[in-house]
């Protein structure tokens, strides 16, 4: 049974940062395209970066160069690394995989999710 759990949310003053983890279990994640979405309260689900089963690495534009996804084969991990955060950065940040190394964009392309940690941002 695939898991998901994410950790490391929290409140941060704007410019600040913040690092995300996600712990997987139930299969290999190097194998699978694994991201990280995030869900502002009365928005969609957004996608913000995801990391391919070759370890391509793609961002949404608005956090390209603040934010860094990477994948610890060996311990199973996926984490992402927040700098410079805005206001808009807040929301609630959950971990995604995806089977087969192929990515795309669009959540309901992802087959397991985990609960989400928080992220607030404040001005």
């Known amino acids: 049974q695939v898991q998901l759990v994410e950790s490391g949310g929290g409140s941060v003053q704007s410019g600040g940062s913040l690092k995300l983890s996600c712990a997987a279990s139930?299969?290999?994640?190097?194998?699978?395209?694994m991201g990280w979405f995030r869900q502002a309260p009365g928005q969609e689900r957004e996608g913000v970066a995801l990391?391919?089963?070759?370890?391509?690495?793609y961002y949404r534009d608005s956090v390209r160069g603040r934010f860094t996804i990477s994948r610890d084969s060996g311990k199973n991990t996926l984490d992402l690394q927040l700098n410079n955060l805005k206001s808009e950065d807040t929301a609630m940040y959950y971990c995604?995989?995806?089977?087969?190394?192929?990515?795309?964009?669009?959540?309901?392309?992802?087959?397991?999710w985990g609960q989400g940690t928080q992220v607030t941002v404040s001005s």
């Open positions: 995604a995989a995806r089977s087969g190394g192929y990515c795309d964009w669009p959540p309901h392309q992802f087959d397991y």
């Open positions: 990391i391919d089963g070759k370890d391509g690495t």
């Open positions: 139930g299969y290999t994640s190097s194998r699978y395209c």
